[in-house]
């Protein structure tokens, strides 16, 4: 049996790496740089890092600094009618998924025709896009290297993706330094994130060894130094592992792609705007618990690679991992979705929405029903 793997960013990786920023601009011979980031990234200081490192290049800046946590289309068509007046040849992304995701889809309007929603969906980009170079401050998207860029569209109020590998960032300067600043609650929440995003490829039924590798691989790394980070900022060992980690996951889950959890989720972000990454966690354990019957090997696995102490009676060791993350979102304060403004009385229109994501479609467990994402929202409220 053949496996496609797919990777394409060139990856500068370690503290100090922003200083990179000045030799891959001039490498692409670019002249007019759209830099694009959020009030946060603004307010921490790391934009005027960046862009002090920009300047050393000698090209013109064009500023677009209004990212928003679930970016929509109308933010990038506004964005992308500037880029094209200043006659942008490339973009320098700072943030996390929602700044890279953002420049990611502008992108894609500078060389192709009509709105982003005409590119939703998988290899429906029909033009290779400029230049860009991400640089992550947080670690849970891995949004710097995959083919993904995930918006919301206002008037369908959906949440979608585009997934094209024409859209992956060309270069990564993941510097850890930049991930410092995150509060506790960002930490968790993206750190969470990342640790969905290992365990949805891993058992995702488009996963290959390839993928497999990069999915286990990632976890370890995550599982094992998320508290670490989440409980001391400072520590930049845990901060370059979560870094590290994202990135390897990244690796995996851009190849196998994701399933119920981010099905919910998305679904949740578009009707009441919740964060990605705490949107993941509230549910990620009990749709694992609810998948576990479908691949009780891989959850077992999953289990034994976080040194959890199987049984050998898969019918006990397939839950572990998820009564795990029910203790791990608990130590790192994930809300609950009644804790994140969520009702009962919503329940039944989220379902329905969930069963019209085509992210389920990867999902180990097929044939999910109404009753059975109700089931599941319960559990997380």
């Known amino acids: ?69 679930n970016p929509t289309n109308e933010i990038v068509e506004r964005a992308a ?52 170079i991400a640089i992550p401050t947080t670690a849970g998207t891995s949004s710097e290297i995959t083919n993904v860029s995930a918006l919301i569209d206002t008037e369908k109020v959906i949440k979608y993706v585009v997934i094209d590998n024409k859209i992956v960032a060309s270069d990564v300067i993941a510097d850890p330094e930049f991930t410092r600043t995150a509060p506790p609650g960002v930490t968790a929440a993206t750190g969470m994130d990342a640790i969905t995003h290992a365990v949805e ?37 845990a901060r370059e592992q979560m870094m590290l980690g994202c990135i390897i996951t990244g690796f995996g889950f851009s190849n196998a792609n994701l399933g119920l959890v981010h099905g919910i989720a998305h679904t949740l972000s578009a009707h009441f705007g919740l964060a990605h990454g705490m949107a993941n966690a509230a549910v990620l354990p009990y749709v694992m618990e609810y998948n576990a019957k479908s691949c009780p090997e891989k959850m077992t696995e999953l289990a034994k690679a976080i040194g959890l102490p199987v049984t050998g009676n898969m019918d006990e060791d397939k839950y572990l991992l998820a009564n795990e993350l029910k203790m791990l979102t608990g130590k790192l304060g994930i809300r609950t979705l ?44």
């Not at 980031?37 to 600094?65: C, H, M, P, R």
């Not at 992108?107 to 860009?132: E, F, Q, R």
């Open 338 to 381: 009644s804790e994140q403004g969520i009702q009962k009385k919503d329940f039944d229109m989220l379902a329905e929405d969930v069963l019209k994501e085509p992210v389920l479609g990867f999902n180990p467990r097929q044939n999910i029903t109404k009753e059975d994402v109700t089931a599941i929202l319960e559990k997380a409220f």
């Open 81 to 132: 009618v500037t880029a094209k007046e200043a006659e942008i040849d490339g973009f320098v992304a700072v943030g996390g998924g929602s700044s890279i995701d953002t420049a990611k889809a502008i992108n894609v309007l500078m060389t192709n025709p009509g709105k982003i929603s005409d590119y939703a969906g998988m290899d429906m980009v029909k033009n290779p896009c400029l230049p860009l």
């Open 1 to 69: 049996m053949n496996y496609n793997f797919f990777v394409k960013s060139n990856i500068t990786f370690g503290r100090g790496a922003v200083e990179k920023l000045p030799e891959l601009l001039k490498s692409y011979k670019l002249k007019n740089v759209m830099i694009v980031y959020d009030s946060g990234v603004k307010a921490a200081g790391i934009a005027g890092k960046v862009l002090e490192q920009a300047e050393k290049a000698g090209v013109n800046i064009t500023i677009f600094d209004g990212v928003i946590p």
């Open 201 to 237: 490829s891993y058992i995702s039924n488009m996963a290959t060894p390839l993928s497999e590798y990069h999915s286990l691989k990632g976890l370890q790394i995550l599982y094992k130094n998320v508290e670490k980070a989440v409980k001391n900022g400072s520590d930049m060992e």
